[in-house]
């Protein structure tokens, strides 16, 4: 079996799918019921002329779109998150929805793996980048060249606000409230949300209750997933972070 499910009779009656219990595998998080989380697959969108510049990118302009080696990152993203289920992390539900960014970068992603998937692709403001306001543009090292210690701040402070724009908090909070809709609603299944590197930061950081401080430690590369489950009860499995796509 690759899908989870078990052999039927052979008398027409439904498969009877295993339980939570039956399916989890060794190392997975411990629980002692069978009630069933939703599954949150984090995809962040290929690389831009932004990622090679390693320039700040954010939700203050709409591009820039894919580089041609970003479309090949979401093609092979497309087909890991396909594999979901079947080949890889058999014990989870193969993903049935995607939710995107509707910034050009994470929709072009995410209309790839759509079409991968056979879903439809639903935007929500809540899932983009965090907006750099006057540092949209600049590298780190141009935005502390021109004010010290104002980019450490930041990523040290989540409340600091980058000057007209977003802080950490900020970005936490949306994408929080997104999980948080999309949760009741999805219990048993699986859902990509096409984004961005903070934002995966900040929702991944906020779910494991970890400090701000620590955020700025995931890594989380072009075009990877972050696998994260989520119970009505608020518990949460990391099930993987920052993985590569090109596996």
């Known amino acids: 079996m690759t899908d989870g499910s078990a052999e039927g009779a052979g008398d027409g009656t439904p498969a009877r799918r295993p339980t939570l219990r039956e399916r989890r595998p060794s190392g ?17 969108h290929g690389e831009t002329a932004a990622t090679v510049a390693r320039s700040l990118s954010g939700s203050g302009v709409p591009g820039p ?19 979901i289920g079947r080949a890889h992390w058999t014990d989870l539900p193969h993903p049935d929805a995607v939710v995107s960014s509707p910034m050009v970068r994470t929709r072009e992603t995410a209309t790839i793996i759509g079409r991968r ?11 983009q980048e965090c907006d750099f306001g006057a540092w949209e543009g600049l590298t780190p090292d141009e935005v502390d060249a021109a004010s010290p210690g104002t980019f450490r701040a930041w990523h040290l402070d989540p409340a600091v606000r980058a000057p007209g724009g977003e802080s950490l908090e900020d970005v936490g909070e949306r994408m929080t409230a997104l999980l948080a809709e999309l949760t009741p609603d999805n219990l048993g299944h699986s859902i990509v949300v096409v984004s961005h590197v903070m934002a995966i930061r900040t ?39 920052g ?5």
């Open 117 to 127: 998937l056979g879903a439809q692709v639903r935007a929500d403001r809540r899932a």
């Open 65 to 83: 779109g894919l580089s041609a080696a970003g479309r090949v990152q979401a093609a092979r993203a497309a087909d890991l998150v396909f594999r």
């Open 243 to 247: 993985t590569p796509s090109d596996l």
């Open 28 to 44: 997975s998080a411990m629980r002692f019921d069978d009630a069933e989380p939703v599954t949150f697959v984090l995809v962040r």
């Open 203 to 241: 929702a991944l950081g906020r779910l494991l209750q970890a400090p701000p401080s620590a955020w700025r430690g995931i890594r989380i590369p072009p075009a990877s997933l972050t696998i994260v489950r989520r119970w009505a009860d608020g518990t949460v499995e990391l099930v993987c972070a």
